[in-house]
């Protein structure tokens, strides 16, 4: 199994807005959801968040984990 290149909860907003697809801003969204409703669970939380279409969350699952 390879190694992924990012763990999405452990991750900082500098470490999520390199992956193409998604800004800052975002990145601080999902950072913010994180510290208000603890770790994600499943990929699909991200979708309560708003502003990661499939597009952008496909490209996490390909290359991070929810560690």
């Not at 991750?11 to 950072?31: P, W």
């Amino acid at each position: 199994m390879a190694t992924k290149m990012c763990h999405i909860n452990r991750s900082s907003v500098e470490d999520i807005s390199r992956f193409s697809g998604i800004d800052d801003r975002d990145a601080r969204k999902l950072i913010d959801y994180r510290e208000s409703h603890g770790p994600l669970k499943d990929w699909s939380e991200l979708e309560e968040i708003g502003g990661f279409d499939k597009s952008a969350v496909n490209k996490l699952k390909s290359e991070c984990d929810l560690d």
